[in-house]
């Protein structure tokens, strides 16, 4: 009688959680590509070129913005170096008084790519890494008021477009696209390493893209991001969201946010913070009529989760 009272609750009991299916996206419900452009200062000829942004939310402010901005601009190959803009409202910006532009000048060889910015406030120090194409090396100034910035120093040889997060003053992180589409993170206990770097496990959108562009944050316990890819040809180049649990696996979750449009001939760099009811997002773009500009658009959090 006991196996069967036994057998008799076991049927009435609440049946177990079916698994979580695999986190598989659908495209964007919605096009979130700019329709126009912020005018950030920019030290070249026509004074507005600016491209690959990276732009920090402070919040509270630092030393009197609450918005600051790496970018390069790129009219040539000679012009690519770091500059920083600071903004009230992150669609103004404007050359920090007394500071000038750009942070780091024209290397001997080659030129300087790829700006991020990471804010120490522990540390009262804006970081500004960038790639220096002679040796495909990343390095960095640091400044304490936005305007004067210290030596350069040397974080790594890596890929493109890194992007850096610092979760703690011992702990770092990187993310980055090797020179052959690898999508690349790597950990370390200082900006200057060692570093430890493996591969990341991603799914792209179908018709042969290969990531080119990267951008990371961490907000609350996950890890988001903005991937450029493209497939070889022109206009077929979009901004990907991405989300994961531990920056290493981003599984199935890329969305498409941005595609080019009649403003915009080509995706580029695109850069993301929280705000309201998901991100702002400025995006480095390349005009139909020619040049290149940063655009701000809004994602909702439910594009990304």
Known sequence: MSGLLALLAASNAT????????????PALADYTPTSYLAVPSPVPDGADAYHPDVIDTVTGWQGYRYWMGFTPWPTDADENPCVVASHDGTTWVVP??????????????Y???????????????YCVYRWFGDQGWYYRTSADGV???????????GLSPALVRLSPSSWRFWSIGSDGAFMTGTSSSLTGPWVAQSCSISLPPGGYTPWHVDVIYWEGKFYGLLY???????????????SGDGVDWGESTDILMRPNSVFS?????TMQPAGDGFDI????????GGHRIARSHVPLSEFS
Do not use: K
């Open 148 to 158: 004067r910035w210290s030596p350069e120093g040397h974080v790594y040889y890596g």
């Open 282 to 289: 400025w995006a480095g773009l390349t005009l139909a009529i």
């Open 15 to 26: 049946p177990p959680e079916p698994p979580e299916p695999p986190h598989v996206r659908q």
């Open 112 to 126: 300087n790519s790829d700006t991020d910015l990471v804010l120490a406030r522990d540390e009262g120090l804006l």
């Open 97 to 110: 008084s007394g500071g000038s532009n750009p942070i780091d000048p024209t290397p001997f060889v080659g």
């Open 229 to 243: 890819c493209h497939n070889g040809t022109n206009p077929s180049n979009m901004i990907v969201g991405m989300v």
């Open 266 to 270: 080509q995706m580029y760099r695109a």
